[in-house]
C-alpha cells in the first residue's frame, strides 16, 4: 500500500499528497477499512517532513476520506449516506421550530410583487400554445433581450437558475475538469459539481468579486474547463462585480482563451447594483444567467440564459429529450410582469427596502464591533470566532443561522455564519445584541464545524 500512495503522488505538497489519495480512494485502489501507512512512512517514502504528511491527512479526515482510531491507525472511511455528502443538507432545516429562521437565504414574501393582475391577464389560456410553438415566448425573448448586459447569440429559458447551471454543467463538463469558482460559493452549485466528479478549485475574492491575481493564479496552476461566479448581490458575502473589475478579470482571462464563464446573476432586479458581465468583453465564451425567483416569485422556476451557440443549442437539443421548454403559461406570467410599470415600482420598492434592512443591521452591528457583509442582496456574511458555538449560541436565543462552512470550498481563514437580513424587518438592536453574543464567544466548540471536502478539491 505504501508503494501504490507514493507512486501516486505527483505534487508533493500536502495538497497534492491528499489529492492523490483521495483519486486512489475515489477510483477504488483504496478499500473503505483499508489501514493506511503511519506520517513517518509516508513522508520518508516520499522524502518529505512528517509535518507535510499529518497536514494532507487532517485534509483527508475532514473530507471525511480517511478516519484515526488512536493507535490502531489511520483507515479509509467508509462511504457517507448519499445525502449526508451533500451541502445543501447542512442549510435545510437549520431552523426548524426556531422562532426567528434567518438560515433561508430566501426572499422576503411580502415584498414579492402581486401576481393577481397579470394571472387574471393571461388566464384565458391564450398562451398554452402546443408542441411545435418556440420554446421561448418571442415577445419574451426580445424584452429579455432588451435586458441582457450584452449581446447574447443564443437566448432560452429554463425552469430557474439552478435549473441552468445544471444543464450547462451537464453540457459542457466532463468527470476530473477543474472548475474555477469563488470561495465561498453556493452550496448546491458546489454539490452540483462534486455530482459532476468536478476538481473544484476555490478562488478568493474580495468586496468586489473574485481577485484578479488569484485568478491567475489558479489558471496557470490548472487548465480549467469552466469559471463559475455570481457577478452581484454574491450569496453569501454580498459582494458585487463593478465594470473596472469586470475589466480586469476579462483581461486575465485572455490567458485561457479555452475557458467558459458561467454568470450566475441571482438576484436580479433586488440588487442595487448594476448588471456586470463579463460576456461584454467575452461574448464568445460567457454564459449568462437571470434569474427571476428572488425579485418577482419564486414559483414562477424561471431563469434566462443567453450565450454562445455552441453551449446553448446543446442545452435546447438535450432538454427535447426532457420537458422540451419551460411553461408559456408561466412565461407569459413573467412577460406581463416585466412590462407593467406598477410591478416594476413594487420590485424597485423591494430594492431599496432590502437595501435598508442590509443598511439597519450592518450598523448595529458595527456598533457592537461585529465584523460582517453584506453589500448587496438578502445575505449577510458574519464572522464568528467558532461556527459551532455561535450556531448554538444563536439557538438557545431562538435565532437560526446557516453555517459558513458549506459554502466554503476551502476553509477561510475564520469561521462565518450566514444570516438572511432580507427577512429582518424590525429589531435591528435587539438581534444585533444577539449575533455579538454569538460572535463573541470564544471557547471552541467539539462539534464537527465542516461537511467536509469533497475528494480532489482545492
Request: with cysteine; charged share 20%.
Amino acid at each position: 500500500m505504501l508503494t501504490l500512495i507514493t507512486g501516486a503522488v505527483q505534487d508533493r505538497s500536502a495538497r497534492g499528497i491528499a489529492a492523490a489519495v483521495s483519486r486512489l480512494i475515489t477510483a477504488g485502489r483504496l478499500t473503505a477499512g483499508a489501514r493506511l501507512p503511519t506520517v513517518r512512512e509516508v513522508a520518508g517514502k516520499l522524502g518529505v517532513s512528517p509535518t507535510t504528511v499529518s497536514e494532507a491527512w487532517r485534509n483527508l479526515i475532514q473530507a471525511g476520506a480517511i478516519q484515526t482510531r488512536g493507535r490502531s491507525g489511520t483507515f479509509v472511511a467508509g462511504p457517507l449516506p448519499a445525502r449526508e455528502r451533500l451541502r445543501y443538507t447542512q442549510l435545510s432545516g437549520a431552523g426548524m421550530h426556531m422562532p426567528r429562521d434567518l438560515s433561508t437565504g430566501v426572499p422576503d414574501p411580502a415584498l414579492l410583487p402581486d401576481l393577481s393582475e397579470s394571472l387574471r391577464r393571461i388566464g384565458d389560456g391564450r398562451w398554452a400554445g402546443s408542441y411545435l410553438d418556440a420554446p421561448v415566448l418571442p415577445a419574451l425573448e426580445t424584452v429579455l433581450r432588451e435586458r441582457w448586459p450584452y449581446r447574447p447569440e443564443r437566448l432560452t429559458v429554463v425552469d430557474g437558475a439552478m435549473d441552468a447551471l445544471d444543464r450547462i454543467v451537464a453540457a459542457v463538463l466532463r468527470y476530473g475538469d477543474h472548475v474555477l469558482v469563488e470561495n465561498p460559493a453556493f452550496p448546491p452549485l458546489l454539490d452540483l459539481l462534486q455530482a459532476v466528479g468536478a476538481t473544484v478549485v476555490g478562488v478568493p475574492m474580495d468586496s468586489r468579486g473574485i481577485e484578479p491575481g488569484a485568478l491567475r493564479d489558479a489558471l496557470r496552476q490548472y487548465r480549467a474547463t469552466a469559471l463559475f461566479l455570481q457577478p452581484r448581490a454574491h450569496n453569501p458575502t454580498g459582494a458585487s462585480m463593478d465594470a473596472a473589475r469586470a475589466a480586469e478579470l476579462a483581461d486575465v482571462l485572455l490567458e485561457a482563451p479555452h475557458l467558459l464563464v458561467v454568470e450566475d446573476d441571482h438576484a436580479g432586479d433586488i440588487a442595487t447594483a448594476p448588471p456586470v458581465s463579463l460576456g461584454r468583453y467575452l461574448a464568445d465564451r460567457t454564459v449568462h444567467v437571470a434569474s427571476f425567483s428572488k425579485s418577482h416569485g419564486p414559483d414562477l422556476r424561471l431563469a434566462a440564459v443567453g450565450g454562445p451557440a455552441h453551449v446553448l443549442d446543446a442545452v435546447a437539443d438535450r432538454r427535447l429529450l426532457g420537458p422540451g421548454w419551460s411553461s408559456r403559461l408561466l412565461q407569459g406570467v413573467l412577460l406581463d410582469l416585466l412590462t407593467d410599470p406598477s410591478v416594476a415600482a413594487q420590485v424597485s420598492t423591494a430594492k431599496e427596502v432590502y437595501a435598508a434592512r442590509r443598511a439597519a443591521l450592518l450598523a448595529a452591528l458595527s456598533e457592537r464591533g461585529v465584523r460582517a457583509t453584506a453589500g448587496d442582496g438578502i445575505n449577510m456574511w458574519v464572522a464568528v470566532p467558532d461556527q459551532q458555538n455561535a450556531m448554538v449560541a444563536l439557538a438557545a436565543r431562538g435565532v437560526a443561522a446557516a453555517p459558513g462552512a458549506p459554502f466554503c470550498v476551502t476553509p477561510l481563514g475564520e469561521d462565518h455564519v450566514r444570516v438572511t437580513v432580507g427577512l429582518v424587518d424590525d429589531g435591528y438592536e435587539d438581534l444585533a445584541d444577539v449575533l455579538a453574543s454569538a460572535a463573541f464567544r470564544t471557547s471552541r466548540g467539539s462539534g464537527r464545524r465542516d461537511p467536509g471536502h469533497p475528494h480532489g478539491w482545492r
